[in-house]
């Protein structure tokens, strides 16, 4: 402060408490004004662990109106710069499209009695009356918005995009225990819509480029954040179809008039070309010569119709022939006079314009094209799409976008810190809209639990009377005397005696599809991002002193890094008529895991049963991080000494050796523990699972989880220092540059784990690890620390980076308050990195804060420098292939970013599938595929693609049967009806039985639509007798363009 006249001594630095008065000495100002520093100082500190300026404490509503951005805000309390302050009425205009934040502005001023002369001493009769005293400094808040141009320093509020609220909490907004609670929110409950939040779609926008929504009021719990949604928001999206281009797709043509002729696959972007047959005469010159060749003005000539001149007709192949586009008159036959004139009729390919596009139909219009020859169509047409509205934890809405197929598109994936609130399809035709799905999670009030728990029991009673009503249906019939009913909910009600192949999926019986997963031959053993290099993302570089590693003497060995090949070992034994299926892959190893599930719900099994315990196979094993010559001493595996093998460690610490599995394990994930002569050990997670197939699979379940990072922390305490950290904005980071001021023993490690904060410590569970070896550390410059992958951490979270050793001298440089720096030839005067605190301890449990303290260290980050990247892996040879499915672990850190995975066969025809999708093919393919991975992101966010993509191609089975459980029938019916609703495409068929010594055919009695593509088909046989129990089958035929679907299976005799 430039005050004449005013001193303040005060400084964090010192850490003074406070203030001695002392008798007989003399009072100063400074010691005044240092005592109401010391005390805000410590109340502002209090403060700032439960609010953050800007919080809104009382009052502070907002009103906006969304047509002309007009805001009213009203008086209220809010926390800015260590107190609770007051501000007035605002109101404003801001702009309706784009974004931008309300808040208040603070103005510091400094007034004395120059501007105040109600300042000076009012204490009359005294010698110091009306005399100067103490200035004051004075803080006003005022609202205003992030664009408007205003003094002061802003202090954002509320968010605003295109006029409308974002989200808006209700006072006080108590930060610290806000963060508290979203954690444990996050952890128990993941993301959630409370209430509301129901999106619509309108239409389109006034230039037919977006597509509109609105999302009503509501409030979300989005990863631990709680959005409030006070009024309805409007959305909008791109309308961006993906096109499919099909060359010379054949049509028949009826005529040489006008015709309307319709594409396969609609609706159309663009026409590219239409090639057709057309007939022409023309008038042709002979040449000067006998044998000449008359060239046609036309090329692609199919043929010569006629050729006649003055009543003659000249015959093909004896006359004349077709030669490249020209007329042959070299064989012996008659031949015009040279000179003179003939007339031609012949016909060629052309192309020609298509009129009257109907692109939501794929309808156009042609003429002259000959009868009955083929029109060939080169066109672009839309494919369909489902996106995604997602919300984040900021309150924004953004879409996922989908990939677009022509066979069955399904819903992208949301990243893990994002809410999906609806899918929508898109269809591209005019006149649609967007089909909505409101398929948001949901939470279900504990009334609603009630009405459920409620709606059970009443359902169980009618279950019960259902049953009594049947039993005594059958016992005492009327005018029924048997009942047979297979609602297909799985495959209990069939003759498990008899061989059948038809299967059950979601209630429908449908032709059984075989495939085996393939592994992905190239780039499938690495992590894949998009290309990048290391930028710094959070930099401390002063350095005042040094601190130990190790600065409490435990010296507990750091883990060693453990690889084990393989580190999971799946197994299926098959019975009677089984194929192959996956049910679940677990690649690495570690405490942090990423799954995703995906089914090709088309193949099924009639039994499926996981093997009790792991069998018994070898595995190696590499160890990183013991010491030169140390002996491995023992192996244990989920608690079962196995011993050792003579292993030692090479020079450069590594252990490499094999161990069996022990007999009679229970299957699951098992820690194995290997432990050296000289104390060094560590540790690695293996899986095993078998599983028994008895018959036919019921679907290609795959479910892909992605363990990777450290393995679990002994239990054993080490001896670390922690720096906390926050980034920004989520980032990729890649490494960490650290500055050694002390060098230990080479054969002594570095480890540094990046954890997540735990209410201001360091947590447990390591995010990532790394390993800087001994023999490279030095103490000049930084040693850099490179992560196995770049690894996305979240933007505002609080981070640790826990760095530990075994050695007792390993020491990192640090910054510290009001300490000098000899390399940059300055004091620290300030917290060297204000965010950020340093932390030791002795057990990685219980931990000393340093708060004027700050380690050493840059952070780096990734920053893409291309926003696609294609990713070869290989190709894939498929023979009599219908279904397709991809499977990959991956990592989608935001809306930005996507994987698309595309086979491309030899004929240049491209199938694009997202991770986990299944696509069904019209006709069966046999070929080698070239497989890519096209991974899109941003500057700062990419996609992850972890080892282990799996391709799953498939065959439908042309022919299946269902065989129902026999039945008994009364005395008294002749006549037995199956009843079944079916969709049989064309190629699709289904033909019931019923067992009368032998299965018999029946007769199609009627058939009735009864929504959703499905037919209600009666088949019956007539004057049966002495039937005393029967069976149904069912024979389904089918083919890749036409599947049967069969449901709601009843017989009944009367």
């Not at 204000?834 to 952070?859: E, I, Q």
Request: hydrophobic share 35%; with cysteine.
């Amino acid at each position: 402060m430039s005050l004449q006249g005013y001193y303040n001594r005060f400084s964090v630095a010192d850490q003074y408490d406070e203030l001695l008065f002392r008798a007989s000495k003399g009072l100063q100002s400074a010691e005044l004004n240092e005592s109401q520093s010391i005390l805000s100082d410590r109340i502002t500190k209090i403060a700032n662990a439960l609010f953050q300026d800007g919080a809104i404490i009382s009052g502070g509503s907002v009103q906006i109106d969304p047509q002309t951005g007009y805001v009213v805000l009203q008086p209220g309390s809010l926390y800015v710069l260590g107190a609770v302050r007051t501000v007035g009425e605002g109101t404003f205009t801001v702009p309706t499209t784009g974004g931008c934040q309300l808040g208040v502005r603070l103005t510091t001023s400094t007034v004395t009695e120059l501007e105040d002369a109600s300042l000076r001493d009012p204490a009359q009769g005294t010698r110091n009356f009306q005399e100067p005293g103490a200035g004051r400094t004075k803080r006003t808040l005022e609202w205003g918005w992030s664009g408007d141009g205003g003094t002061g320093d802003f202090y954002g509020v509320y968010d605003v995009l295109n006029g409308a609220l974002v989200t808006i909490e209700p006072p006080p907004v108590l930060d610290a225990a806000k963060k508290l609670v979203a954690q444990y929110d996050r952890d128990a409950n993941g993301s959630y819509i409370v209430s509301g939040l129901r999106v619509t779609s309108l239409n389109k926008d006034a230039t037919n480029s977006n597509y509109v929504f609105t999302a009503s009021e509501g409030i979300a719990n989005v990863w631990g954040s709680k959005i409030n949604k006070p009024t309805a928001t409007g959305l909008s999206f791109p309308i961006d179809p993906d096109l499919q281009t099909i060359d010379n797709e054949p049509k028949v043509s009826a005529g040489p008039t006008s015709q309307t002729l319709n594409v396969n696959r609609f609706p159309l972007s663009t026409i590219n070309d239409v090639v057709i047959t057309k007939e022409k005469t023309v008038t042709l010159t002979h040449g000067s010569f006998n044998g000449a060749l008359d060239q046609l003005p036309d090329t692609s000539v199919l043929s010569i119709e006629s050729v006649s001149q003055s009543g003659t007709t000249f015959s093909a192949g004896t006359d004349y022939n077709l030669t490249a586009d020209q007329v042959d008159w070299s064989p012996s036959g008659a031949e015009p006079a040279p000179g003179s004139t003939y007339d031609v009729t012949y016909r060629f390919l052309t192309s020609t314009t298509a009129t009257n596009i109907d692109p939501d139909t794929g309808a156009f219009d042609i003429v002259d094209a000959v009868a009955s020859t083929l029109v060939l169509v080169d066109y672009s047409w839309k494919m369909p799409r489902i996106d995604v509205i997602a919300l984040d934890s900021d309150g924004f809405f953004h879409r996922v976008k989908g990939v677009s197929t022509a066979f069955n598109p399904v819903c992208p994936a949301v990243p893990y810190n994002e809410l999906l609130i609806a899918e929508y399809y898109q269809n591209w035709n005019s006149v649609d809209k967007p089909r909505v799905d409101n398929s948001g999670t949901k939470v279900v009030s504990v009334r609603e639990q009630r009405q459920m728990k409620k709606a059970i029991a009443e359902l169980y009673g009618l279950v019960a009377t259902e049953r009594l009503e049947r039993d005594i249906s059958s016992r005492e019939p009327t005018a029924k005397f048997g009942v047979f009913a297979d609602p297909l909910l799985d495959g209990d009600l069939r003759d498990a005696g008899v061989a059948q192949d038809a299967v059950i999926v979601n209630q429908n019986l449908q032709l059984a599809i075989n495939g085996a997963p393939v592994r992905a031959a190239q780039n499938n053993d690495t992590h894949q991002l998009l290309p990048f290099q290391d930028v710094e993302l959070v930099t401390q570089e002063l350095a005042t002193g040094f601190m130990a590693v190790n600065p409490y003497g435990n010296f507990d060995a750091v883990p060693a890094d453990v690889t084990l090949d393989p580190a999971v070992d799946l197994w299926i034994i098959t019975e009677e008529n089984t194929t192959f299926s996956t049910r679940s892959f677990t690649i690495g190893s570690g405490d942090q895991s990423s799954s995703s599930t995906a089914t090709v719900v088309e193949l099924a099994s009639e039994v499926e049963t996981s093997i009790a315990n792991l069998r018994q196979t070898t595995v190696d094993f590499t160890i990183e991080g013991f010491d030169d010559g140390e002996a491995l001493s023992s192996i244990t595996f989920d608690g079962i000494n196995l011993g050792n093998n003579g292993e030692v460690a090479n020079a450069q610490g590594e252990v490499t050796g094999q161990f069996t599995v022990p007999a009679d394990i229970p299957s699951g994930s098992k820690e194995v523990s290997f432990l050296g002569n000289q104390g060094n050990f560590g540790s690695a997670t293996y899986t095993g699972q078998g599983t028994l197939v008895e018959r036919e699979w019921n679907s290609i379940t795959t479910t892909t989880t992605w363990r990777w990072w450290s393995p679990p922390p002994p239990p054993r305490g080490w001896d670390p220092l922690a720096q906390s950290f926050v980034l920004p904005e989520g980032r990729h980071i890649t490494a960490v540059d650290l500055q050694f001021a002390v060098k230990g023993l080479d054969s002594n490690d570095v480890t540094i784990d990046i954890v997540e904060g735990d209410n201001g410590f360091p947590g447990r569970l390591p995010i990532t690890r790394t390993r800087i070896k001994g023999a490279d550390i030095t103490t000049s410059g930084y040693v850099r620390a490179n992560f196995d992958f770049p690894i996305y951490l979240e933007g505002g979270q609080e981070y640790f980076m826990v760095i530990m050793t075994d050695d007792p001298d390993h020491a990192l440089r640090i910054a510290e308050l009001g300490k000098f720096d000899s390399a940059s030839q300055e004091f620290v005067t300030q917290q060297p990195y204000t965010v950020g605190v340093l932390l030791s301890s002795s057990n990685a449990s219980s931990w000393t804060v340093h708060n004027d303290k700050d380690l050493t260290f840059k952070l780096l980050g990734a920053e893409f420098t291309s926003t696609t990247a294609t990713v070869n892996l290989g190709s894939i040879t498929v023979s009599n292939m219908t279904d397709l499915l991809v499977t990959a672990p991956v990592d989608i850190p935001a809306t930005s970013s996507r994987i698309t995975f595309k086979y491309t066969r030899s004929t240049g025809e491209e199938f694009l599938l997202a991770p986990d999708q299944s696509i069904k093919l019209d006709a069966a393919v046999s070929d080698t595929m070239q497989v890519q991975a096209i991974l899109t992101g941003s500057s700062t966010e990419s996609p992850t693609l972890h080892p282990g993509v799996l391709s799953i191609p498939a065959t439908l089975d042309t022919a299946g049967t269902y065989v129902g459980r026999q039945f008994d029938l009364t005395n008294g019916g002749s006549t037995i009806r199956v009843i079944f609703e079916a969709q049989l495409p064309g190629g699709a068929g289904v033909v019931p039985q019923y067992d009368n010594g032998g299965f018999q055919s029946m007769q199609l009695a009627s058939s009735t639509p009864v929504g959703e593509g499905f037919v209600e088909f009666v088949f019956e046989d007539t004057g049966i007798v002495a039937l005393t129990a029967t069976r149904v089958k069912l024979n389904l035929t089918g083919t890749a363009a036409g599947r049967p679907i069969v449901r709601n299976i009843r017989a009944v005799m009367v």
